[in-house]
């Protein structure tokens, strides 16, 4: 018996009714195309459906600010923050640990003063250079902010580079002793509302061994956009 759907709704209900229909129909003839099969080759699975799934979940992904960064070079390790907006190396070996009030924070298992650590500030300002030249803002940051009270403190290099967005980043390295003597860079630059902060470092007596390694991620940090 033939049973009409529209004997006692209006037009355009029925034409919502009918459109329901027609997509649990293609629903399901969808699903029958994905079905076991009774030869050896095992699961039959429509190839347009599967990359469709695939694009799916890769832009669901996307939006999550979900990266998966690149190969770093050998003897390094990507890491990408795209909620945040920057990208940095750090060494093969060092694991990420929980530190309050800083955004990421890396250090090496053995020697656990050899660390990476990226913090974010709230700042009206549209770029770095508004602070003042990167010697000014190297001293006030390195014996104000990155150290102990009452540290000795020690400015020894400054730099400064532009990206390809038109970001400005300052670099210093600098000393800091209290009751032991550690060797650091740093890398600050300011963007979309925020001042990033790099800072990696270890002891005086490791610097030596490891500058490069240190040198390599300092260079390596940069916003993504």
Partial sequence: MKISVCNSVSSRACDSVRGKLKYFESR???CKRMQLASSTTGIEVNRRELFGYTAMISTVLSSQGLAIAAKGPKGFNPVEDTNDGYKFLYPFGWQEVSVNGVDVVYKDIVEPFETVSVSLLPTDKTSIGEYGSVQEVAETLARNVLTAPGSEVNVLTTSERDDE????????????KSNFAKHQLAVVTVAYGKFYTLTVGCTEKRWG???E???TTAKSFSLIF
């Fill in 165 to 176: 967005y038109g970001h400005k980043y300052y670099q210093f390295e600098f000393t800091a």
């Fill in 209 to 211: 061994r490891i500058k």
């Fill in 213 to 215: 390694k240190l040198e």
């Fill in 28 to 30: 399901t003839y969808r």
